[in-house]
């Protein structure tokens, strides 16, 4: 079982976005102007500018590929949020990210007001995701996260104002509509972000993002926990 995760391949469960840093066929050390889309889409995640690319390093997290953000960089997806989300009630995010910071509240994935998937810095580091002007939902982890640590993490979204927040493969049990479940018009079109949720960048990462996967649809439990142990086990740490 152990060995049939390991060779998982997230485009066959039907992954929508699939940005694999063990496929970056570049050198050690290199600056990321492309990362490319492993699904049928080609929904790539690209800079043009060289001061905001990240750098690709080939044993970044567990002797693996990663890419690392330094506070500056930022990889925008061309209509990545029209592609991906507009519109869409139930969708699936999975993350693996090894972080030196939490000060910036950094957010690994989304677009300014529109979406995105934040660790936020308070007392407990927590995740934090949000759709609008007027929807935020946050979930504080069971435990406390770590910089320098490498976690897989993850939001289900089954409904207009309904989800599940997972850290290592656990679903976190504090989950809060801060908002009241009120939801407004979203937009219909425009880019989406990995690193940052601006192009300029702002509440940028700083440390190693080596996987993002977004599926259009809320996943079941055994095939996000497949994925999760996927995940784990290619950038060699621990899941549930």
Known sequence: MRARQRHFNPRFSGADLVLD????????????????DRSANSYNAAQPTGAKQPTFETAGV?????????????LEIASGYTNLLSGDDTWSLVLVTNLSSFSAQPVVFGRSNQFFFEYGNMSTVYYYVGE?????NYGTSNTVMSTNTSYVAGFTKTGATSGTLYNNGLAQNSFTNQAGGLMTTRIATGDCYVGAYTSSPTFAVTGYIPMVLFFKTNLSDPMLKRINHFAALSWKFSCN
């Open 62 to 74: 567990g002797g693996q590929g990663a890419v690392k953000f330094d506070g500056g960089d930022v």
């Open 21 to 36: 840093a063990r496929y970056i066929a570049q050198g050690n050390a290199t600056a990321v102007s492309s990362w490319v």
């Open 132 to 136: 609008s002007t007027t929807f935020r």
